[in-house]
């Protein structure tokens, strides 16, 4: 008999994040988007779930994504829309209309750096938002979305 496939999330990464392992490593450390996409499909195998890992550095396109989620029955997307998380009501709009459970997170803590970074239109969207644990931030809110979807550790 043939196994169910996984339920999938979506990991969407927005500008820059391509550059992480270089640039300002001070603020966002040394590990590189390929050690955050590693992390991600890891923790998400935990729970018997499948990470599909995307970054843009295109506002439309990352609204794509959102909605190829829904289309593809995504059972929840994890952000990090980097500078969009505080410019883009069209970000905002995409993931309240796909009505898909999201965390967002931030790898810096966005409430200790400039004041235009203390406002997220994207947090408003999702059930939850990290900042300021660096990548770790990935894993929790994999978990905190698990647990929300209901998904259990696999042994």
Known sequence: MAQAPAATIY???GPNLNLLGTREPETYGHATLADVERLCRETA???????DCRQSNREGELIDFIHEAQAMQAVGIIINAGAYSHTSI???DALVGVKIPAVE???SNIYARESFR?????????????CGFGIDGY???ISGLAARIGAKARA
């Open 11 to 13: 990991v969407l990464n």
């Open 45 to 51: 195998a935990q729970f018997g779930l499948v990470a």
């Open 90 to 92: 069209a970000l905002h």
């Open 105 to 107: 997170v931030h790898i």
């Open 118 to 130: 203390h406002h997220s239109f994207t947090a408003k969207a999702a059930f939850a938002s990290l």
């Open 139 to 141: 894993r929790l809110a």
